[in-house]
């Protein structure tokens, strides 16, 4: 299957400071790629879908000022978390489906837990 | 916006028994896949299903996509399918296409 490479996969910062997280379809072509959020014990909360060259689609609720998507190309898209505090302490993952119609499926990345002290 | 609950939230096997674990869906969709979630978190795809049966060893999966719903069967369960168990339906909605995960179902299978 495809493959989609999600970096860093851990991540400790000060609170206060911004992270970086990249999401990279390694061997397809992405034109939707999705971020989640998972607290402990939890299912995955779809966070956002980007599409590549236009802006993310924020769900309800979710702080698109703390939390910028940038999907500047068809195999990278990367999460912001600006200004970092620790209940921004969470596993990240994102999604990708290739370019083409509706029915195709979902590739997943490793993950990033971050850390927020 | 779509709803997808699973039941039930929690089992616990014997090893080797069997299990079904279901999805329901609230509304039509345009795809439907199964995960398993391992102790680090990462999500192993098991089926892309959006319809149909389809079988991979010991497990097999069935979405009935006209009454909304889809099976995950296992059958002579293991200690190491023990896990969270989640589905995932997406959906094109006016241009934009949403992948929506379930409630989960954590399983515990003993030795």
């Known amino acids: 299957g495809a493959v989609v490479s999600q970096h860093p996969s851990r991540v400790i910062c000060k609170s206060g400071t911004s992270v970086k997280i990249e999401c990279r379809s390694l061997?397809?072509?992405?034109?939707?790629m999705f971020w989640y959020r998972q607290f402990p014990k939890k299912s995955l909360m779809l966070m956002a879908t980007?599409?590549?060259?236009?802006?993310?689609?924020?769900e309800q609720g979710v702080e698109k000022d703390k939390f910028l998507i940038n999907h500047a190309s068809l195999t990278l898209s990367t999460l912001t978390v600006t200004s970092a505090h620790p209940e921004d302490s969470s596993f990240y993952i994102c999604?990708?489906?290739?370019?083409?119609?509706?029915?195709?499926?979902?590739?997943f990345g490793q993950g990033t837990r971050l850390t927020v002290v | 916006g779509i709803q997808v609950e699973q039941s039930p939230p929690d089992l616990i096997l014997q090893e080797g028994a069997n299990s079904t674990l279901r999805c329901n869906f609230s509304?039509?969709?345009?795809?439907l896949q199964w995960f398993h979630q391992n102790p680090w978190g990462q999500l192993i795809n098991l089926f892309y299903?959006?319809?149909g049966t389809k079988q991979n060893g010991r497990l097999s999966a069935t979405t009935v996509a006209t009454e909304r719903y889809s099976l995950l069967y296992i059958s002579s369960s293991q200690t190491t399918d023990s896990g969270v168990y989640f589905c995932a339906v997406g959906k094109l909605t006016s241009g934009t296409y949403k992948y929506i995960f379930g409630t989960g179902t954590r399983l515990k299978v003993l030795a």
């Open positions: 999604s990708a489906r290739a370019t083409g119609t509706a029915n195709t499926e979902a590739f």
């Open positions: 980007s599409n590549e060259g236009s802006k993310a689609t924020y």
């Open positions: 061997d397809f072509q992405a034109t939707t």
């Open positions: 509304d039509s969709v345009n795809n």
């Open positions: 299903i959006p319809s």
